[in-house]
């Protein structure tokens, strides 16, 4: 099973930048989906943006035009930018890896505050 680790997060003023890594134990490449979720307290995991295997992209509504997704299976690390963050960006930020009917797997979780 891979295992994921993720890194990058802290506290921000809001408007500022983020980027947050994901890097697998083993390959990425044949994940069809990597994905980055989010849960603040109190609330449900949500998707924050997702990566198929092919490249193509997804992005919650209120994160669109401001975060970006990458994959680099070379360094089996997925990426997040995160420009403009706002507040309510506030939360535990996971990894997941997934291969459709197949084998999946979350990271540990990387928090992330953006306050004043």
């Known amino acids: 099973q891979v295992q994921l680790v993720e890194s990058g997060g802290g506290l921000v003023q809001p408007g500022g930048s983020l980027r947050l890594s994901c890097a697998a134990s083993?390959?990425?490449?044949?994940?069809?989906?990597m994905g980055w979720y989010r849960q603040a307290p109190g609330n449900t995991r949500e998707m924050v943006a997702t990566?198929?295997?092919?490249?193509?992209?997804n992005y919650a509504e209120s994160v669109k035009g401001r975060f970006t997704i990458a994959r680099d299976n070379a360094k089996n690390t997925v990426y997040l930018q995160m420009n403009s963050l706002k507040p309510e960006d506030t939360a535990i930020y996971y990894c997941?890896?997934?291969?459709?009917?197949?084998?999946?797997?979350w990271g540990q979780g990387t928090q992330v505050t953006v306050s004043s």
């Open positions: 997941e890896y997934l291969v459709i009917g197949g084998s999946g797997s």
């Open positions: 083993g390959s990425i490449a044949s994940a069809d989906v």
């Open positions: 990566i198929r295997k092919g490249g193509t992209t």
